[in-house]
């Protein structure tokens, strides 16, 4: 035997998501990198669903933020940082 399911979500207009890439997980907790006035500082985050590569923001980020999107797990706040523009 076997069955086709479809699963109906809720979407959301104007829903704030970053890719899996940029958040940092620690047991129970899972937070971002950003870039703050050079410098790397670490935001806790509350998420929502994760559709693909993406994890919808319910809390922690407004959307002005400049998040680290790669390897954010190996940078430690305080540490200096640089925004590079996004290559051709």
């Given at each position: 035997?076997?069955?086709?399911?479809?699963?109906?979500?809720?979407?959301?207009?104007?829903?704030?998501?970053?890719?899996?890439?940029?958040?940092?997980?620690?047991?129970?907790?899972?937070?971002?990198?950003?870039?703050?006035?050079?410098?790397?500082k670490?935001?806790?985050?509350?998420?929502?669903?994760r559709?693909?590569?993406?994890?919808?923001i319910?809390?922690g980020?407004?959307?002005v933020?400049?998040?680290?999107?790669?390897?954010?797990?190996?940078?430690?706040?305080?540490?200096?940082?640089?925004?590079?523009p996004?290559?051709?």
């Open positions: 035997m076997h069955v086709t399911v479809q699963i109906r979500m809720d979407q959301g207009k104007d829903v704030l998501t970053i890719p899996v890439s940029a958040i940092v997980r620690d047991a129970d907790t899972a937070r971002c990198c950003l870039v703050v006035s050079g410098r790397i670490y935001r806790p985050l509350v998420l929502g669903f559709s693909g590569d993406d994890f919808e319910v809390s980020l407004s959307g933020e400049r998040v680290v999107k790669t390897r954010a797990a190996g940078l430690k706040p305080g540490q200096p940082a640089e925004r590079l996004p290559a051709p």
